[in-house]
């Protein structure tokens, strides 16, 4: 009840084309669903976030879609570029716990 | 601010000897979390603190890992004996709790191998 399943294991998209990962989970009090971008050699970085209380975020070209009935949540990258070339990771967690319960990553290469 | 500084950040040792990483978090930080990343297993959560005390350590490997955070700006994450198993990569990261802020700030991690 505490995994986060995370698909595709890797994604290749052409350039200018939208990519999707999709991410789902068991733990309903789960309330805090980020998403973490790496660059090889380099450590995660926060993307972007969102609660259950809204359905969808949007920062630039990257959106997170969610699915409280599902428990499902999903990032959306728009126009994707050669630069959005990295492993993305989905993440969980409850309440002020503040460890995050992760998935697998996904490895995403954007063909120019 | 300088983020999240790991050392060293590549190690090469002999199985056996004793490993030591260290981690300095962002300034004002109250959470400290060690990881681990390999390709089978992932991201791996090894131990976390909260204003220098250790709350979980349920993700340490065996005995022969500890970690210790003597104070907010400095902890260190030893393996002894070091064993080939443990190559990895060790990522130390902070974050800051206040107003909900629940987004994590990595180093750039430290590349062991053990042979």
């Known amino acids: 009840q505490q995994q986060v399943k995370q698909s595709p294991q890797s994604l290749i998209v052409q350039k200018g084309g939208i990519s999707i990962i999709n991410c789902a989970y068991e733990?309903?009090?789960?309330?805090?669903f980020p998403w973490y971008q790496q660059f090889p050699g380099k450590g995660p970085a926060l993307l972007i976030a969102?609660?259950?209380d809204v359905s969808e975020k949007k920062e630039g070209r990257f959106t997170i879609s969610f699915n409280k009935s599902a428990k499902q949540f999903s990032l959306h990258i728009m126009d994707s570029q050669p630069g959005d070339s990295a492993t993305y990771f989905c993440?969980?967690?409850?309440?002020?716990?503040?460890?995050?319960?992760w998935g697998a990553g996904t490895k995403l290469i954007i063909k120019p | 601010d300088a983020g999240v500084i790991q050392s060293p950040r590549h190690e090469v040792t002999e199985m056996g000897q004793e490993v030591t990483l260290r981690c300095k978090p962002i300034?004002?930080?109250?959470?400290l979390f060690w990881y681990r990343q390999t390709m089978m297993r992932g991201l791996e959560l090894l131990i976390y603190?909260?204003?220098?005390?250790?709350?979980?350590d349920s993700g340490m490997p065996e005995d022969r890992f500890s970690a210790k955070m003597p104070n907010a700006s400095f902890s260190t994450l030893k393996i002894q004996p070091s064993e080939p198993r443990d190559s990895a990569v060790y990522f130390c990261?902070?974050?800051?709790?206040?107003?909900?802020?629940?987004?994590?700030?990595f180093g750039s991690g430290t590349r062991l191998t053990v042979v």
């Open positions: 990261a902070s974050s800051f709790s206040a107003r909900g802020n629940y987004g994590y700030t």
């Open positions: 300034s004002g930080h109250d959470y």
């Open positions: 603190f909260n204003n220098n005390v250790p709350i979980d």
């Open positions: 733990n309903t009090a789960f309330d805090y």
């Open positions: 969102i609660r259950p």
């Open positions: 993440a969980a967690s409850k309440g002020s716990n503040y460890q995050l319960i």
